[in-house]
């Protein structure tokens, strides 16, 4: 199996930042207060960043069995990080529709 740490740490810094952007720009524009979208970003933020340690890691580590161990819950926080993201996308959606 190929390892995926380096990627998991590669997409989890950028979408660290792509987080940071959206909370940014609900505080400039003061709309966070009206939906849980902040939330949802911030939450996002703290995962993404621990995905971003245990990526690096399994990168560093010299025992395949840690290596494999956090490489796992990299891969975990990554994938519920996504999940806030994607919540974050549709709450943005719905707030345009309506």
Known sequence: ME??????????SNLLGFSL????SL???KISGNTHLDEFAGLACLLFSCSCFFSFL??????EKQENKYETIADY?????????????????VKIID
């Open 58 to 63: 399994a990168i560093r580590t010299k025992s």
């Open 3 to 12: 390892k995926k740490s380096t990627h998991i740490l590669n997409a989890s």
């Open 27 to 29: 505080k400039i524009s």
């Open 21 to 24: 952007i959206i909370i940014t």
């Open 77 to 93: 926080l990554f994938l519920i990080a996504l999940f806030c993201i994607v919540l974050a996308v549709i709450i943005v959606t």
